[in-house]
T-cell receptor
């Protein structure tokens, strides 16, 4: 148990639709990172939020956007869904501590785009 | 772009065998982490190595950080079926301590 919860666990959408994924971070953590993971591959960094501000972004288009709330929970929004967006979306919370940064992951949201 | 390549990509071995997984990059990282991920779950942190040349042991798992802080290895002694999973290395670095994951090594230990 990492204390990080994601919802929903599974989601099916059609191409062109919009989706919102949610993440509740572990108590005491002020940073949330979102990753996209294709089956059998390593997670790809989407972006990170630190104290409600986007703090870094990976190589993802602007239709991937996010929010972090005062309680440090977070949302990932994806507009104009494409077939290639089908993947496991992972949220990880952490407390900023430099090189020893430790990520605590939720179990993910499996998104299927048809 | 920081890339971490892991090898091998897949590994299927018998219970009791030893194995080594490699993680290589052209980039220097502040630290290197190893995670294990099981189906339907998020990755779980196993260890963080910070100093070049550092070696850490976790029961039957031995982790080493390269002297130049660009590569790492994970050695498992006497593998057990419970070691089955996706092993991920991850480099920590950059202005906001971004964690960049490797390509992954899928390990299957057959009883």
């Amino acid at each position: 148990e990492t204390g990080v919860t994601q919802s929903p666990t599974h989601l099916i959408k059609t191409r062109g639709q919009q989706v919102t994924l949610r993440c509740s971070s572990q108590s005491g953590h002020n940073t949330v990172s979102w990753y996209q993971q294709a089956l059998g591959q390593g997670p790809q960094f989407i972006f990170q939020y630190y104290r409600e501000e986007e703090n870094g972004r990976g190589n993802f288009p602007p239709r991937f956007s996010g929010l972090q709330f005062p309680n440090y929970s977070s949302e990932l929004n994806v507009n104009a869904l494409e077939l290639d967006d089908s993947a496991l979306y992972l949220c990880a919370s952490s407390y900023r501590q430099g090189p020893s940064e430790k990520l605590f992951f939720g179990s993910g949201t499996q998104l299927s785009v048809l | 772009t920081q890339l971490l390549e892991q090898s091998p990509q897949f590994l299927s071995i018998q219970e009791g065998e030893n194995l080594t997984v490699y993680c290589n990059s052209s980039s220097v990282f502040s630290s290197l982490q190893w995670y294990r991920q099981e189906p339907g779950e998020g990755p779980v942190l196993l260890v963080t190595v910070v100093t070049g040349g550092e070696v850490k042991k976790l029961k039957r798992l031995t982790f080493q950080f390269g002297d130049a802080r660009k590569d790492s290895s994970l050695h498992i002694t006497a593998a057990q079926p419970g070691d089955t999973g996706l092993y991920l290395c991850a480099g920590v670095g950059g202005g906001y301590q971004k964690v960049t994951f490797g390509t992954g090594t899928k390990l299957q230990v057959i009883p």
